[in-house]
């Protein structure tokens, strides 16, 4: 284990953390915020300087194997959510530790969930913080890292493969840096066309940038805890689109720049999401029209909520706690399908899931015909067999962590459907899930213990599993 | 530049590994095999492909129509040459086939001009070649050449009782009245670039810079045995020999050939009618014996298993003093091998993607890079550069001594319409002038890059 070149790169994800730091200090200094301003900058500073020390450390020796690319990967998520919870903890708005470490983790990990009972009651610049971290969390810090900061060794694909979203992380270009450069330019792109659009709908501009940011990592922190629900239908109209957006590949994105645009309309896993996306809406606007005063309406929140389900961004313009069983329940299940490989949202991923269906339909072939040949085919390209086996194994070990996780928050005696939901919430970084953890409940009344199992849940989920489980594997410490 | 290489074998693999040294290409594979790409993928920064390098959308994926250079070296000619034309149809792209079968090779014009292919290169060829050059010069382990033939490079051990030995890098021109210049020195692990001061030992690799007239010159006052050799015996009659076995005798060197299988010595035989073919196992040493290993003046194993090329220099060092030359397919142990001391060691792969990747520095040229030849030495640790100095050169005109040159880089050679200048302090480099450039910071552009930082903003 290279643990230099790990400590190096934690270094430096420190650092854009600091850098990160001080648009809530801008934000301070606009609204005039002294504590605000004296909390975010010694933050940042800290950041800086525990970073810079950090940085300091030149590994001689530059190879990472794949083990060091997940280990990067796992301990820069934790640690920079453990710094950046410090500005709500010492601020005095989240008196506990491990309080402010979940709506931290919750913000990184772009799940929404939060612990505050009150959101209005944050200050701009802590607003404008959790937002954030959505942002940078929701296309990744070490995606940055490498956009921005020169490296000469080759073998950083595998941290960008433990931090990327999906079952086959590819590059758009050959070089490493390139892409990941692409990546945040079509990211920041898409973001400022949102807050464009929110700034016509007579948001003012802390509203547009938040809510943007909330939005464009799919994450879920609103300004109330009211969520969209206050705003104008043409704002939520808007983000209603932006979350689709930024739930599909971003890889599609670059073949639409380079003017590849039919290749973007024959990605399979684009036409199912949306095809899934239309069908949900569609049923759970008739299922809950009688609750609105007309079916435009049920349509709008119908859409609204199945976008900012499916892509796990979270926001909620209708207490859908009360709708009726079939449209919570296909909410639920939306949670787990998740948005497209490859975008900031979370979930199971939309290719993994059919990819699964692939496979049962190759099996029960196989069990008519045991010795038929059949290839999994995506995109009309044939599947690696290595691929096929990994969804499969990622399937099997989210089940049974998630099993693991319900089963442990259940010492805190709620009721199973909030036990269920605020596991599959969080491992899928949702945010609200039904009953006690509905969209207009939060996860306060949690015990410390299943806070922190859910943070871990959220990083999980974020970081797809593997590279959270090799942190508590032996054999990933061994010589 | 943007660079296709189709085939993950060795040869692409060594080819991805020095282009992407250079930092500043973009480079993408293409490989029928998803375990090659993915290996390669996760060693380097390039971009994978898995595909056929014949068919049109692999080709398009890996971006064919804005790269600048496709490089083919699949293991089929027939691949190699159908992906170049693929790609000539339906990109813009300069193309490089590696193409092996001897019956294609008499077609290379064909190939170059009507199907629109930049370079064609022989494996075998390439490494019969650098082969007999090593034979026509004995004395040196490698020889690299630059400014069109006229100076070379060339490595070797500094023997027991040598004039070089225990003296001063500085003092050697005076002692053996000789212009060259040592540009590197190999001691244990250590590869130096060096000074003045620096003292050299018997038992270093050191390489030296020369123009061809001083070599034999050279060589006679360091006390080193030198001079053309005579005969050679090659083990293994497969293609790399009979390319070597007629270079060979061009030069007049006779040739025997040993050769098991009796159908092979036959074709040899219609292929080369004068060469001596032995119809015999070379690995049986009796045989070597017997046909007069002791009395050659250089033996060359050329057999496909490397670990019996290497087996048969160790036992023909004991027998003979001659030149001894071992093919290794296997690159990963060179550091054991060269720990042997078995003399020159050829690996016909490296060679190849050495060829390639000068090409694609050539076409850089082209594009406004200004490295005219480029040689990998010192077992790759150090690079050998030839620039051509610009008019508006910033270096240009200004005595080398008043030039801060960074420790690991040495000035080596100026090449002055066709006069091979070895630079003293007060010489200066003008325009047009090429020059030759050591340095073990690899991946050079410019002969600027050499200087210390901020000497020249």
Same mark, same amino acid.
């Given at each position: ?16 953390e ?15 915020d ?48 453990l ?28 799940t ?85 659009f ?38 939520q109209?808007?983000i ?26 024959k990605?399979e ?18 299922n ?11 349509l ?16 909620t /313009? ?7 069983? =079939? *449209? @919570?329940?296909? !909410?639920?299940?939306? +949670?787990?399908? $998740?948005?497209?490989?490859g975008?900031?949202?979370?979930g199971i ?47 099997g ?21 909030t ?8 491992v ?11 969209? /207009? ?7 410390? =213990? *299943? @806070?922190?199992? !859910?943070?871990?849940? +959220?990083?999980? $989920? ?18 | ?8 074998g ?11 040294l250079e930092?500043e ?61 693929v790609?000539r ?75 070089l ?66 005969d ?11 390319y ?16 098991k ?46 670990e ?80 051509r ?19 690991n ?49």
């Open positions: 284990m290279n643990y230099k070149i790990i400590l190096h790169t934690l270094g430096l994800a420190l650092i854009i600091s850098a990160g730091m001080l648009l809530p200090v801008i934000c301070a200094i606009c609204y005039g002294m504590q605000d301003l004296l909390i975010y900058s010694l933050c940042a500073l800290l950041c800086l300087a525990v970073g810079a020390t950090l940085t300091i450390i030149k590994p001689k020796n530059k190879t990472m194997y794949s083990r060091e690319g997940f280990v990067i990967a796992a301990l820069t998520w934790i640690v920079i959510s710094f950046g919870a410090i500005p709500f903890w010492i601020s005095g708005y989240i008196p506990s530790y491990i309080d402010a470490l979940f709506e931290t983790v919750s913000g990184f990990t772009t929404g969930a939060s612990i505050l009972p009150d959101v209005g009651a944050l200050s701009n610049a802590h607003l404008l913080w959790r937002s954030f971290t959505h942002w940078i969390g929701g296309m990744g810090v070490l995606v940055f890292i490498m956009a921005v900061i020169p490296h000469d060794n080759g073998s950083t694909m595998y941290v960008l493969r433990a931090e990327s979203p999906g079952p086959s992380v590819g590059k758009l270009v050959p070089k490493l840096k390139s892409s990941a450069k692409i990546l945040y330019l079509i990211y920041v792109g898409l973001t400022l066309i949102q807050v464009i929110m700034l016509f709908g007579k948001a003012s501009l802390f509203e547009a940038l938040t809510l943007t940011f909330g939005t464009a990592g799919t994450g879920g922190f609103a300004l109330t805890n009211a969520s969209i629900a206050d705003y104008s239908p043409y704002i109209k808007v209603t689109v932006f979350m689709i957006l930024f739930g599909i590949d971003f890889s599609l994105y670059y073949l639409i720049l380079t003017r590849k645009i039919s290749s973007f309309f990605s896993e684009v036409r199912v999401y949306i095809l899934i996306i239309l069908i949900s809406a569609l049923v759970i606007s008739l809950t029209n009688y609750l609105y005063p007309n079916f435009n309406t049920s709008r929140h119908g859409f609204f909520q199945v976008a900012s389900i499916i892509t796990t961004t979270g926001y /313009t209708t207490d859908f706690d009360i709708w009726p069983a =079939l *449209s @919570k329940t296909i !909410l639920v299940i939306l +949670m787990f399908v $998740g948005a497209c490989a975008s900031t949202g979370g991923k939309v290719s993994r899931i059919l990819i699964l269906f692939k496979s049962i339909r190759r099996e029960i072939k196989l069990a008519a015909h045991p010795k038929a040949t059949h290839k999994i085919t995506m995109n009309a390209k044939s599947v690696d067999e290595g691929t096929v086996r990994s969804v499969c194994v990622y399937f070990v989210f089940m049974a962590l998630f099993a693991l996780s319900v089963l442990i928050i259940s010492f805190d005696n709620f009721d199973p459907t036990n269920f939901t605020a596991v599959a919430a969080t899928n970084n949702v945010g609200p899930g039904l009953s006690l953890v509905g969209p /207009t409940r939060n996860y306060a009344e949690f015990s410390n =213990l *299943s @806070k922190i199992v !859910l943070s871990l849940d +959220m990083l999980i $989920g974020r970081l797809e599993i593997f590279p959270i489980l090799m942190l508590f594997s032996p054999r990933t410490w061994r010589k | 530049m943007n660079i296709i290489v189709v085939g993950c060795n040869v692409g693999k060594k080819i991805v590994e020095m282009l992407c930092k290409h973009n480079v993408t594979v293409v490989d029928t095999r998803s375990v090659a790409i993915n290996a390669i993928v996760n060693q380097h920064d390039v971009m994978g492909v898995i595909g056929s390098g014949t068919s049109v959308d692999a080709l398009t994926d890996a971006g064919v129509k804005n790269a600048d250079i496709l490089i083919a070296v699949t293991t089929s000619d027939e691949i190699n040459l159908l992906t170049c034309l790609a149809k339906i990109g813009k792209c300069q193309t490089i086939a590696r193409v092996r079968n001897p019956e294609y090779n008499k077609e290379v014009s064909l190939f170059t001009k009507d199907f629109g292919l930049s370079m064609i290169i022989n494996p075998e060829r390439a490494a019969a070649a650098v082969i007999a050059r090593n034979l026509r010069f004995p004395a040196a382990i490698s020889i690299d050449t630059f400014s069109k033939g006229r100076a070379e490079i060339l490595k070797f051990r500094i023997p027991d009782n040598s004039t030995d225990n003296s001063r890098v500085a003092d050697i021109v005076g002692k053996l009245n000789c212009d060259v210049l040592v540009c590197g020195v190999e001691r244990n692990d250590e590869t130096i670039i060096p000074h003045g001061d620096f003292v050299l030992k018997s038992g270093d690799y050191i390489s030296v810079l020369m123009s061809l007239k001083t070599e034999t010159k050279f060589f006679k006052k360091a006390g080193i045995k030198s001079g053309k050799v005579s050679t015996m090659i083990i293994g009659g497969g293609e790399t020999a009979v070597l076995a007629s270079l060979l005798q061009q030069s007049g060197i006779n040739v025997k050939i040993l050769e299988d009796s159908n092979r010595c036959d074709e040899l035989c219609n292929l080369l009618p004068k060469a001596t073919i032995i119809n015999a196992d070379g690995t049986d040493n009796k045989q070597l014996l017997e046909e007069g290993l002791a009395n050659a003046s250089s033996f060359v194993s050329l057999t496909n298993i490397d019996e090329n290497i087996l048969l220099s160790m036992f023909a060092k004991t027998i003979t003093n001659g030149k001894l030359i071992t093919k290794i397919n296997r690159i990963a142990y060179d550091d054991v091998i060269n720990g042997l001391d078995l003399g020159t060691t050829i690996c016909p792969k490296n060679i190849t993607a050495e060829y390639i990747v000068q090409f694609v520095r050539a076409k850089k040229n082209s594009m406004g890079s200004n490295i005219e030849t480029m040689h990998r030495i010192l077992n790759g640790k150090a690079e050998a550069l030839e620039f100095i610009r008019e508006n050169s910033p270096i240009a005109n200004i005595p080398l001594q008043n030039l801060s040159i960074n420790k880089a040495i000035i080596a050679c100026i090449n002055r319409n066709g006069n091979i200048i070895i630079p003293r302090g007060n010489d200066v480099m003008m325009p047009n002038d090429t020059v030759i450039v050591v340095t073990t910071a690899l991946g050079h552009k410019d002969i600027s890059e050499i200087l210390k930082r901020g000497k020249f903003e």
